[in-house]
Structures are given as C-alpha cells and as structure tokens.
C-alpha cells in the first residue's frame, strides 16, 4: 500500500542506523560519514511521517484496491466547520448523483445546524468518517492514549445522531507518528489517505484547481478536497462535469477499498 515495504519501520530504520554507526567506528571513518547516515535517517523518516502514503509508522488505504476501472472516490475534511458551505456541496452531489465521504471533526459537531448537515450527508448516502476531535495543530505530538480518546470522542458523537460507528479514520494533516500507530491498534479503525491532494485551500481559485485535478487524476484515485471552502460550489460541477465527459464513475470510498465503512451492529 506504498513505497515502504513492511520491514522498513521507525524502530528498523534506528537499529539499521546505529549498526551503521558501529561499523563506521570500527574503521574508524571520518565524522561526516555519521553525519551522513543521520541525515539519511531523518529524511526518511520526516518522509514517512509526512506521506501518509509511504506506509512508514503505519498501513493506510490510499488509492483502490483494483485500479484497473475508471473509479474514483471523493472525500472531504475538516466537516462540519461550515454548515452553509457544506449544504451547497451537498446541493451539487445531489444534483450529479454523486457519493462522497465526510471526515468529520467532533469539535464541529456542535451546533444543531452541523448536526444537521451531519444527518442529511448520511441520509444522502454519503459515508461520514472520523477524522479526530480537536484536530489539534500538535495532535501528532499527542500521546497514543490521547489520540485514542481523541477518536473515541467522535465515534461517540457521530453514534449519537446516526446511531452508526464509523471504522474509517484519517489523521489531521496525514502526519503519521509511532503514536498515532500505537493507538490505531487498540481501535478497530482503518487509516484513510489519499492518492490525489487537491491543495484547495491552496490554490483557491476553480480553474486551477480543476487544472491541477485533472492532471493528476488516474484510476483509483482518492481526492481530498475540503467542503468548507467558498470557491468548491464553483469548482465541483466543473470538475464532475470533466468526469462525465472522461468515463470516470465516482464511487463509495467503501466500495473502492472493498471495506466496511461502519462498525456492524449486534
């Protein structure tokens, strides 16, 4: 599920280091061969860190399974921080018959107008997905028994207004951590990346956006784009419309990775 291979990890990567190390010693190579190989560790491992799709502290689903069909799935962040942004999105979905999946924040399920929006994306069809509480600028400093209330917190939301437990988590930023790691495998949750980064809240503008989009799309895609933007109403329907015209069908998250988007009830 990306470029690492299974036994590149954090702690290999250190152990590897230190080997490297001794056995420069041995021959008593000259200091800037240490400092070479922390250098090399510290790329790689800020590498791994950052590209929640180099798999590097821990699995995530970044792209289909089978990429072999013009399928395609779309996700949104950071929901429900503007309910009046995220109905017009919704507006446009409904109107191309689309299905998305919303990463929802707890701290955004407060009002009864985000409540709302949470209740009509899921009668709509759409999958509502945990994307932490606090969605903190250092959540990737937090402690894997923080991170864990963290998601727990939103699970607990998010029953409570759908009365379904989601299984799919993305990380706030797609920073991965050996903390986050550690608190994935005490939940039953699935890591969700993503394989194209529109850079929306970036770019903000549709024609560039949609330029960006397109050169970057392929089968198999999952886009991250934010539903909470001013700009997106307008970019959406130019950017479903260019989907029509090139065959692509934009399907379920949970149908691209052939997962369980919520928990099952007893």
Known sequence: MGPFPKFLRLNTLIISAFVLWGIAALVAAPWWVYA???LMLLTI???GTTQIASNFHLPAYCKAVHSDKKEIAITFDDGVLNPIQS???LDILKQYEVPATFFCIGKNLASNEQIQVLKRMDAEG???GNHSFSHANLFDFFSSKRVVQEILDTDKLIQQHLNKQPLFFRPPYGITTPNIAKAMRQVEHQTIGWSL???DTV???ENRLLKRVKKKLKKGSIL???DHLEFLPRFLPLFLDY?????YTVVGLDQLLQLQAYKKTQ
Request: glycine share 4%; net charge positive.
């Open 243 to 247: 989907l029509l015209k090139e065959g």
């Open 197 to 199: 980064r529109s850079l």
């Open 87 to 89: 109905n017009l999105v």
């Open 126 to 128: 759409h999958i509502i």
């Open 36 to 38: 070479l190989v922390l």
């Open 45 to 47: 491992a800020y590498f």
């Open 203 to 205: 770019i903000k503008e």
């Open 224 to 226: 991250l784009f934010h």
